[in-house]
DNA sequence: TACGTTTCTGAAAACCTTTTCGGTCGACCG
DNA sequence: CGGTCGACCGAAAAGGTTTTCAGAAACGTA
């Protein structure tokens, strides 16, 4: 029967076939394939041969069966047309080796019955391990303890602290955000940040405030300027924050949506970044930081790192043990040139 | 055996296990709990009960095993971090019902030996078919005819004719975005795109001087504006438009990236969008186009859609035969406030 | 009572691979 | 020459499910 345009081409090469034309059993032609040592190096290389003649590849749903294992791994996220999951999707794809391990998909969009939807199903497939990546840097709901395979939370921890959770560094990406500034010589440095609602805003606002401190300043303005994740916000505060504060020199923004804002009200206000006014974002979401006028310095979470990390814990925990509690991943500073030295 | 934290929890409870605790064999277990007609009623409640009580779950791959049928397809894509992939992949993903059917995602990374690697794997997991998705709109090497499973190729088209492949129709966006144009009432129009050599600029400007030429006009400026899918071009083409040709009335960008150019300096040469210059992006990619000044109205190339026409053709062909050829999806026009009806 | 029918149940094969264990064969030693 | 040993190979079980087919039970009919 010929194989016509995707139908299927009639019954799959199996390892029978393989050791029958090799001339040996199916059992020498496993342990030949897989390199084990009972067998002599002539045979085994007629099987190899008989293989790659009859492009054979094993059928892993079988292996699975017998091994216990399956190879695969569940990526359980929420927010799959948000710039979070795919990152870490791409950490975790690339740490474990792809030949070894393949992941599983699965988008809940928010819903928490669609996650125990696919929760059930992944279970259902052997899955070896979940790794499980929220929409926001906040505390989501444990899947639970009782799971027989290992997971790992990334990005949102789990609340409870039996889990093992990877989240990046909010606080230390503030204080290396204004720690740039200093360094560059700022002295009037001010925050326009998002949602007060979310722990990232919080803790990236007290990183930065803590480094002030250690410099001995003050946040320009007085306080941290809260609002929402948008450009409209960015710009709406920078144009109050001229206003009131008309001798800033720097400004931390809070996500590289709220920087480009600042950066358009700057611009029309005709103060000059970097050399009058310096501008660090955070993400460093390529499309908005990189096409900025000028080019937008921020901070990187990391989350491909993020991502391998929580692969590597996994597949560590996989038949062993694993952690527990809120492991950090520290960002890292992407220098443009919306930044530079004062002077 | 106690399941403490991901430790797996001794050994997964098996369809034996429901059979003998509601007393009856795993055959008529099995019959029971998919609905076959040849067990009784009250039999039948039974088995479910302990089913339910032991908390059960069918080894997906034993019974992939035996049916054939794996229950998972792979999504091929080489652009993961793109914009493409994503919400192709999420039409797939509702258009599969998630309990049916799950998907393997993996990124080639544009990386031909890597898109073989990933294949094979693909393949030695049984995969019930397969979704190619590319970074760009233009043709692409063939995966082959003589694969075990039905392929579908999505947004960038195979270079086999006997193939079946989908895309975004173009050619239509092109006319889309024009013919929206002079429905405001605009007649010196001009289109300002990217890269001549992709396809997808080809096409769309194609698409708008066919439209202009219906209603009798010439593109405004003479020629369609090729350059690069940037902010950059987007500023430095506008510029030399003004320049060229001031009385233009309307922009057709041939991206959303290139249209926020666009608007910058528009604002910035004092031209008020839309009451005196109307501005028409490409893809709909919201991050750009909603928190643009104004709100971008766009052309968006329903790529969800896409996918999920995509995940119903290839779930047609699992058994049977799949179509071939290229198949076209269109695009719809999403308007904000960056056009508007003249005067 | 004998027999045919209908309805339900269970044994067993099949799917494909890995792994254990016993067996064969030749070589080598005493 | 008998025995031991090592190297190599194959038969068979296992993994969890579906499906076929034969058998059992219950019931109605002649």
Redesign the pocket.
């Known amino acids: 029967m010929e194989s016509t345009n995707g139908t299927a081409t009639g ?9 029958r034309l090799a ?12 390199g ?9 290389a007629r099987v190899v041969q008989a293989a790659e003649q009859l492009s ?8 699975g ?4 294992r399956s190879g695969t791994v569940g990526l359980l996220t929420s927010d799959l047309e948000g710039r979070f999951s795919i990152p870490i999707l791409m950490g975790a794809e690339d740490a474990f080796g792809s030949d070894q391990t393949s992941v599983f998909l699965c988008d809940a969009r928010g819903d928490t019955i669609r996650e125990r939807h696919h929760l059930r199903a992944l279970l259902s497939r052997r899955v070896d391990g979940l790794i499980v990546v929220g929409a926001r840097p906040d505390t989501r709901p444990s899947l639970g303890r009782d799971l027989p395979v290992p997971v790992v939370y990334a990005y949102s921890p789990s609340d409870d602290p039996a889990d093992l959770s990877l989240v990046t560094d909010n606080v230390d990406g503030g204080r290396l955000a204004v720690d740039h500034l200093i360094r560059c010589g700022r002295r009037r440095i001010a925050h326009i940040t998002g949602d007060p609602g979310y722990s990232a805003a919080q803790d990236r606002a007290r990183g930065a405030q803590a480094r002030l401190a250690e410099a001995g300043l003050e946040l320009a303005g007085g306080e941290v300027w809260f609002g929402m994740w948008s450009e409209a916000w960015g710009r709406g505060a920078t144009r109050l924050l001229l206003d009131r504060c008309p001798d800033v020199d720097a400004i931390f923004a809070g996500s590289d949506e709220i920087a480009r804002g600042v950066l358009d009200v700057l611009h029309e206000a005709g103060r000059d970044v970097p050399s009058q006014v310096a501008v660090i974002g955070y993400d460093n979401w390529t499309i908005l930081a990189a096409n900025a006028r000028p080019p937008l310095t921020t901070v990187d979470m990391n989350l491909e790192e993020l991502g391998r990390i929580a692969a590597q814990r996994l597949f560590a925990a996989i038949g062993g043990t694993l952690g527990t509690g809120v492991e950090t991943v520290p960002g890292r500073l992407i220098t443009r040139e919306s930044t530079a030295p004062l002077g």
Do not use: C, Y
């Open positions: 019954r799959a090469v199996t390892l029978r076939d393989v050791a001339g040996v059993s199916v059992a020498t032609a496993s342990k030949a394939l897989n084990k040592q009972q067998v002599r190096a002539e045979t085994r054979f590849s094993p059928n892993t749903l079988a292996q069966l017998i091994t216990q």
